[in-house]
């Protein structure tokens, strides 16, 4: 991975290696300073790997590089670092993101092989919040990070890899797992039909 850079060995500052990465703001507010620099990153991978786009060595010490990879290791603890660094990405000129107007069809319906009638508009709430699970999270994140960031993939790809995540899931449950899952939903509308009378 590729970094630009006025100088063959960047120093670190405060800005660039933070004391306190206590909380995901913080993280954010470091991603920021690195990107301001002209540092190219990825969350999962080491800074040793970071170059100078021009001369070709390395952008860090070997000192400095696993000082960073600390810090990295530190935002870890706190929150998901791809997730951060993506949404830092889509941020237009450093702002924050700001939700965008758009523009919605009207609600398309699709019919189940089953006979069902299933909003479009649910479908993909349900997928993105299946994706959105801490099961797949990680990876998914990871996938739109490296379309978006490291120009990998074509969309078509990204959305063709997407149902594998969910699927992984679902092909590895056992009946066990959908019986505990049943017993667990029982009990729930037991205790809230107990509470109604």
């Known amino acids: ?12 500052d405060e800005k660039i290696a933070p004391i306190d990465l206590s909380t995901e703001t913080a993280v954010a507010e470091w991603f920021r300073a690195l990107r301001a620099r002209g540092i190219n990153f990825h969350p999962e991978e080491s800074f040793a790997v970071l170059v ?7 952008l860090f010490s070997a000192e400095d ?16 670092p791809c997730g951060v660094a ?22 398309e319906v699709r019919e189940s092989e089953y006979g069902g009638k299933i909003d479009v508009t649910l479908i993909r709430a349900f997928l993105r919040s299946a994706l959105g699970d801490d099961a797949v999270v990680d990876k998914v994140n990871s996938l739109i990070f490296d ?14 890899s ?36």
């Not at 590089?65 to 998901?80: I, K, P, T």
Request: aromatic letters at 4%; glycine letters at 10%; one cysteine or more.
């Open 1 to 12: 991975m590729l970094a630009v850079a006025d100088t063959d060995t960047m120093k670190l």
């Open 52 to 58: 100078n786009g021009e001369s070709g060595q390395p």
């Open 65 to 80: 590089a696993e000082r960073l990879d600390a810090l990295m290791g530190l935002a870890y603890e706190v929150c998901d």
């Open 86 to 107: 993506l949404r830092l990405i889509q941020e237009p000129d450093g702002e924050p993101a700001r939700t965008r107007p758009t523009d919605k069809p009207p609600p």
């Open 147 to 160: 379309h978006v960031a490291g120009g990998m993939y074509h969309r078509t790809v990204v959305a063709s």
């Open 162 to 197: 997407l149902p594998g995540f969910i699927n992984e899931i679902l092909e590895t449950a056992t009946g066990a797992d959908w019986q505990a899952v049943a017993d667990d939903l029982i009990a729930e509308g037991h205790d809230l039909h107990n509470e109604g009378r």
